[in-house]
């Protein structure tokens, strides 16, 4: 949808690229499957780049498998504290995330609750 949208709006998205340079009027992308570099002008240049998973979080993960399922960050309680861990481990910053239930994993103590 996004991508409808953007293209209704005139605006070009450059997707599976990373970009090599910035100069003036100019964005320089190297095409990741390719490897093809190319020079893009522009106007105005809006510029999203994907986080990867911190490497000690891929760890936390295989330490704490029960707990740990976010797809990049460390779940943490309410205090900052590595769900899993006991309280022994605290995360905080870009590679965190305070676990937040939503309302489809308690989906069947809620019908429960209102049969």
């Keep these: 949808m996004c991508h409808v949208l953007c293209c209704l709006a005139g605006l070009e998205l450059v997707l599976n690229t990373r970009v090599a ?10 095409h990741k499957e390719a490897g093809e570099e190319e020079e893009i002008p522009f106007g105005a240049c809006v510029w999203a780049t994907g986080i990867a998973m911190n490497p000690l979080v891929k760890q936390l993960q295989q330490l704490f498998p029960k707990e740990q ?11 900052m504290r590595v769900l899993g861990s006991n309280g022994t481990i605290w995360a905080f910053g870009d590679a965190s995330t305070i676990y937040q239930p939503r309302a489809l994993e308690h989906a069947d103590a809620l019908f429960d609750a209102a049969d």
């Excluded at 399922?69 to 205090?79: G, M, Q, V």
Aim: a positive charge.
């Design 21 to 30: 340079s910035v100069r003036p009027g100019y964005v320089k992308v190297v």
């Design 69 to 79: 399922k976010h797809f990049r960050s460390a779940l943490t309680d309410e205090y």
